[in-house]
């Protein structure tokens, strides 16, 4: 489950953790952002990516960040996170964890020119086969619209 704020300003005017000042119907979009609002259970089996939420965007040149918070209360795992743009991973960082410390906070950003619509994925995955890792709620996607990227 994630919330969708269209914001039709590039600056989030407004903004309250539970949201941001919404666009006004004919507005165009500049910025989009997304929250998760629970856990996101990770697969039991390493090297399998699971998506956080998804945003579906126009054509055009995009400035793109995300943040997860990946935990793991058992046997270190070195955590990945990154995003995901069309089917091709453009971004992708990655923290260890498990025994100390439990939780590790993993932010993504890229630049990515679209020549069509298509969708934006943060995702999150682990390198062994552990149970019980998850990703903490309000994990976020910020896409803003930008000129041209060189």
């Given amino acids: 489950m994630h919330v969708l704020h269209k914001v039709a300003a590039i600056t ?13 119907a004919n507005a165009a979009v500049n910025v989009y952002a997304a929250t998760t609002s629970a856990k996101t259970n990770l697969s039991p089996n390493g090297g399998v990516p699971t998506t956080l939420l ?5 054509k055009g040149s995009w400035l793109m960040s995300a943040k997860a918070d990946p935990v793991n209360f058992g046997a270190n795992d070195y ?16 923290s260890n964890a498990g025994a100390d410390p439990f939780v590790v906070n993993i932010k993504s950003i890229a630049a990515v020119t679209t020549s069509q619509s298509t969708t ?13 890792e998850y990703v903490d709620p309000d994990s976020w996607l910020i896409v803003q619209k930008v000129g041209v990227i060189n």
Avoid at 120 to 132: R, W
């Fill in 79 to 94: 955590e990945r996170c990154g995003i995901n743009v069309g089917g091709t991973i453009v971004d992708m960082s990655a």
């Fill in 120 to 132: 934006v994925q943060p995702f999150c995955q682990h390198d062994f086969n552990i149970t019980g």
């Fill in 12 to 24: 989030l005017v407004g903004t309250t953790r539970t949201g941001v000042a919404a666009a006004p």
């Fill in 54 to 58: 998804t945003l579906t965007i126009p």
